[in-house]
T-cell receptor, first 116, second 112 residues
Framework: DTGVSQNPRHKITKRGQNVTFRCDPISEHNRLYWYRQTLGQGPEFLTY????????KSRLLSDRFSAERPKGSFSTLEIQRTEQGDSAMYLC??????????????FGAGSRLTVL | EDQVTQSPEALRLQEGESSSLNCSYT??????LFWYRQDPGKGPEFLFT???AGEEKEKERLKATLTKKESFLHITAPKPEDSATYLCAVQASGGSNYKLTFGKGTLLTVNP
């Protein structure tokens, strides 16, 4: 088990371009999350998948953002027509479903996006 | 809406100088309170989960405690390698009981 893997680690793009990030969760985890973190802030929730179903999307996730998790394995986060305000660290996390007790999220190293 | 407030925003200590970080929270029902450590350019790394008031957990030089309104992360005799941002998060019971709501973190710097 190599933990949560995210690619690419860094992406620099020009405003208006589309970008896609990939997340490979821990294999036995059926829950997957995307968070966004800007400098000096804590991670903010974007979206949540249970298996292949996207069960919640934050209002932070505008129409330019789309996330998928085909077959309940890896996930992609696409940002269309990027804006400078999209510059941030995009964090992926995964967890196993627990009927009792808290749900510990394991985070990846993140994908840093810089929009010029 | 769940809220987490961490203080101080930044803390600078000398090696060996013990101190505490504070996390105040409001949540409709607490499923768990989490502490994570985050190094620059990396994702958060899990430290502790606390479930109920009065609970304490320890790991090396760190001890986390929980009351009904706040949590403390006590750092005893810190070393320079303890320098990082420490994030507090809550997980609510009820509908959205799978996600974490984070505070802004406390940036800890330990000088040798």
């Amino acid at each position: 088990d190599t933990g949560v893997s995210q690619n690419p680690r860094h992406k620099i793009t020009k405003r208006g371009q589309n970008v896609t990030f990939r997340c490979d969760p821990i294999s036995e985890h059926n829950r997957l999350y995307w968070y966004r973190q800007t400098l000096g802030q804590g991670p903010e929730f974007l979206t949540y998948f249970q298996n292949e179903a996207q069960l919640e999307k934050s209002r932070l996730l505008s129409d330019r953002f789309s996330a998928e998790r085909p077959k309940g394995s890896f996930s992609t986060l696409e940002i269309q027509r990027t804006e400078q305000g999209d510059s941030a660290m995009y964090l992926c996390a995964s967890s196993a479903r627990k009927p009792t007790g808290a749900n510990v999220l394991t985070f990846g190293a993140g994908s840093r996006l810089t929009v010029l | 809406e769940d809220q987490v407030t961490q203080s101080p925003e930044a803390l600078r200590l000398q090696e060996g100088e013990s101190s505490s970080l504070n996390c105040s929270y409001t949540v409709s029902g607490l499923r768990g309170l989490f502490w994570y450590r985050q190094d620059p350019g990396k994702g958060p790394e899990f430290l502790f989960t606390l479930y109920s008031a009065g609970e304490e957990k320890e790991k090396e030089r760190l001890k986390a405690t929980l009351t009904k309104k706040e949590s403390f992360l006590h750092i005893t005799a810190p070393k320079p390698e303890d320098s990082a941002t420490y994030l507090c998060a809550v997980q609510a019971s009820g509908g959205s009981n799978y996600k974490l709501t984070f505070g802004k973190g406390t940036l800890l710097t330990v000088n040798p």
